[in-house]
Structures are given as C-alpha cells and as structure tokens.
C-alpha cells in the first residue's frame, strides 16, 4: 500500500457465455486471421537492407583530400581520444617526391584499427584536427580470424578512384 | 477378380502417397502459417516460395545420428515411431475418398475397404495410436518423456470417451457404422453438421486433444516438456513422431469432413448434370478442398489459443465435453422417437 501501485483484482463470477468460452475463442480466431493479410515486419537480408541513417558510425576511412594525398598526420590524438584503445599507428617523415602522397611532412606508416575493440562512438573522428578519420556507414563484415579484424591501411585509406562522401557528416563537426 | 486387386492395390498406393504429400506439405503449411499468423514470412529460401523446405527437413532428418540413449530400453524406443506411424496411416484404409468410378464396364469404389464397423475401426486404431506416445516416452528413461507420455495417455483415453460418445449420436441419425453409408446419408446438402452441430463441435474439440494439438498439445508441451514424449528421440526416428502427428491431423480432417461436412457431397452436385465419373472426380477434388481447410484450421486454432493447464483439460473433458456428449445422445434419442412417434 505505500507504494499506492497495487491493483484490485476482480475475481467476479463469469457468466455463462463468457464461460462456454466459445465467443472468445472465435473472437482470437478473427484476430489472427486478420494477421494474415498485415504488412510482414520482416526485412529479407541479402537482397533487402534496412535503411541507416547518413550519420550511421560504421567502418571506419581515412581520407585523402583533393589532390588525392592522404589527410593524417599522425598527431595520435584519435588513439588518444580512442576510449577502447583500439587505434595505434607509427609516423614516419615524408620523403623527397612524396608530396603528392602525403598532405603534410609527417605521416602515418602504419595505421591500425582493431576492428573487435572499436566501440563505433566517433571519438575518433571528433578529435582529429585534420579532418582525415571518418566513420562511414559500411559495416565491418564478420571473419573467422581474429586477425582479420585488425585493419591495417589497405583497408582504411580513401582509394583514389573510389571517393566516399562524408560531407554528411562533416555537418555535424560545424553545428 | 484380379482387376478388382488390381484397382484396389492402386488406391492404395495413391491414398499411401498422398497421405505422405499431405503430410510432407503440412509440415511447410504449418510454418508458412505461424509465419503469416505472426506478421512474418516463413520460410522463403529452399525453392521458389520455400515449396522445397519439406523435402530439406527430411534430407537433415536422414543424415542426423541416429542416437539411442544408454539407459533407454533399446527395443521399445526403435518400436515406438513404428507403432506411432502405422496407426496413423492405418486409418486412411477406410474413409471414402470419392463415389464410384467406372471403368472398363467396372465400378469400383474411391475406398480401400467399405468396413461395415467403419468407425469402431476407427476408434479401435486412434486408441492404438496413444501405444506410440507412451511406449516411445517409457522407453526414453527420461522424466520429460515420462510426463508426456503419461499426459499424452490420460489425455487420449478422456478425450476418446467424449469422442465416442458424440459419434453415437451421428450414427443414431444414419443407423449406420459405415462411413460410406455416412457419406451417402448427406447427400444433397443434407450435411450432419446442420442436424447435430453439437455433436460436431464435441467431435473436432476431441479430434484435437487426439491428435495432440494445440491448445491440447500437452504431451508435447515444447516449453515445459522440451518436447514430451520425443525428448530423447533424434534423426528419422523423431522424424517419424512428427510426420505421424501430421498424418494424424490429416485424417482427423478427413474423418471430420466425411462425418460432418458431407464427404465427397457438395451443394447441387446433382444439378450440374456431370457425368457419373465426373461428378466423382469432382466430389474427390472437393473433399480434399475440406480437408485442406480443416488442417488449415487445425494451425489456425494452434497459433490462436493457448495450452490448457493439465487440470483445465481434465475439467473440459470429464466435467463438460462428456456430460454434453450424453445431453446430445438424449436429445438426439428423444426426438427420433418424438418422429417416430408422430
């Protein structure tokens, strides 16, 4: 009674066509029956993919800028910002002749995301100063070594002829 | 002579197959209609639509183990699907699946045999049938498959009495055992369930508890008894538990519609002015038709109701389902002799 939440229970007698229950049953028939004809909730996977929005956290890319040379630096403040530590990278310094490979003098050699740490929160994204790591809305599919989670540059780094758009979310970096 | 064996041998074979069809079918029947009855698709991959589901399922059967329990008594539990089967199909021996058909100058009859105790056969097998249930959960040695069986058993043995007794009244009208004399009673429309809907309703409440379907299916019981009586059952052995419940429940529609709701009898079939084989052909088309929409009815009421509590069932069936039986067999007593009379 002090939490005032208990419910009367009524234990009335039932009466007699509630207790042939023959209405009733015919009453859920009806219900299901109807079912029939309803919109189905189910979504058929492979040829069919629910819609995400534009701003989904998945996969993540490092991109390149117009000129088609690469975005990061290596400052490591994404792994800094990483609250899963799944990020870790090694900078080297741009050689003669590389200008058109590396946006700046320092770039990242190696650049790993271990794909079973990532959390998917954006942080990343968030803290980079140099708009290079985006999160797109490609999946990461699943794979039977855990070694294939670990993504390395072949798989991260925007391809040149393959530009992904995250002018989406950029929008929301300016807000 | 040996055409007559000739014909009868091939009626077999025909009901023996379709039964087999039918069953195979209700199994993706089933599903398909939980799927739809649940806002779902069912399944959609083995095939255009899934039609090929079936014989997937009973590929996966095949190729399972074949799994005996240690502590199971190994005769009985390979015997028990066997029993299970066989009364299931032995039933079809006797429904009239059509009229006559002529050929050759011949006419033979769309049925095995025209048994004069029609339905004492049948009430003779179906209470066999229980032997499969309860021997495959003894033989088990597991408690689950224990409960089941022995639930599945008193359930049967209640339901039978009501059963039994809600025929009588049918064959106090026909005065008949036979189920063809049945049949050929409600010729023209003359349907037994216009005349004892009581009865009909007793009969189907009681087809259901007998075939072990839901809202009765609590020698199955798969949320409490993770299966009953086929708990320890694996491979074709299971496969054969479960194909028996769907030939179960196809002839339980067919015993429906042949007591019931005319059989091979349509509304005006003698109005159309068929031919005699025609007509035949025909009546056979639509006493499948009734009974595809009985097992329809059959996952229908399944995917609407719930499972009774053990003691609700035992209430219905003793306390209800039998006093009604014997109110209708009075009833049904009283005004023959009141026309008799008058």
Redesign the interface.
Known sequence: MLSNRSIKVSNKKMTFWERIYLPA?IG??F???K??F?????I?YPEQKRPVSDVYRGKHILKRDENGAERCTACGLCAVACPAEAISMIASERKMGEENLYREEKYASVYEINMLRCIFCGLCEEACPKEAIFLTTELVPPFLERQDFIYGKDRLVEQVDKRVDVSKRKLKHTV | MSTLIIIKIIIILVIFAITLFIAMYSTYAERKIAAVMQDRIGPNRAGPWGILQPLADGGKMFFKEDFIPAFANKKLFIIAPGIAMFTALMTSAIIPWGGSITIWGQTFDLQVADVDIGILYILGVVSIGVYGIMIGGWASNNKYSLFGAVRSSSQMISYELAMGLSILAVIMTTGSLSLKDIVEAQDGGKWNVFYQPLACLLFIVCAFAECNRAPFDLAECESELIGGYHTEYGSMKLGFFLFAEYINMFISSAIISTLFFGGYNFPFMHDLGLSSNALTIVGTLVFFAKICFFIFFFMWVRWTLPRFRYDQLMHLGWKTLIPLAVFNLMLTGGIMLLRDLF
């Open positions: 049953i859920g028939m219900v299901t029956f079912h029939i309803k919109k189905k909730a189910t058929k």
